[in-house]
């Protein structure tokens, strides 16, 4: 493998979590967010998953990223004076854990910095050559 190569595996690798801490981030912006009327689903949380996949024009492995829902069943409140109320006074809930986020949002910073190290360090590497050939 090549150092540019690293530096590409790495860029898409930055990419991919960035993406999952967008995700997460708008989960958790939308962790309380009800649906408009009785009947109506609330924000579902969002799902991303990454699949390893042949870059056919770099001809390496890099990472792609798959978005998705969650299909878990959605919490109930009782709030009989919300306006999407049921007749029992449960308003749906969007199917977001606060916990569960906040993990994935660590997750996906240490998976962006370790990302950001093989970018530093392939520098520096090029960045001797480089001194070495002067």
């Not at 590409?8 to 990419?15: D, F, L, P, V």
């Not at 912006?29 to 969002?46: H, I």
């Amino acid at each position: 493998m090549q150092m540019g190569d690293a530096l590409q595996i790495a860029s898409y690798g930055m990419q991919a979590q960035s993406d999952r801490l967008r995700v997460v981030a708008e989960n958790l912006a939308n962790a309380e967010t009800t649906a408009p009327a009785p009947g109506v689903a609330p924000y579902q949380r969002r799902l991303v998953t990454f699949q390893n996949v042949m870059d056919k024009t770099l001809g390496i492995p890099v990472v792609k990223t798959n978005y998705g829902v969650d299909t878990s069943a959605f919490r109930q409140k009782f709030d009989p004076n919300h306006p999407a109320a049921d007749g029992n006074g449960y308003v749906l809930m969007p199917n977001v854990n606060s916990v569960i986020e906040l993990t994935d949002l660590r997750e996906a910073r240490r998976g962006y910095e370790a990302n950001l190290n093989v970018v530093q360090v392939t520098r520096g590497m090029l960045q001797q050559t480089i001194d070495l050939l002067k």
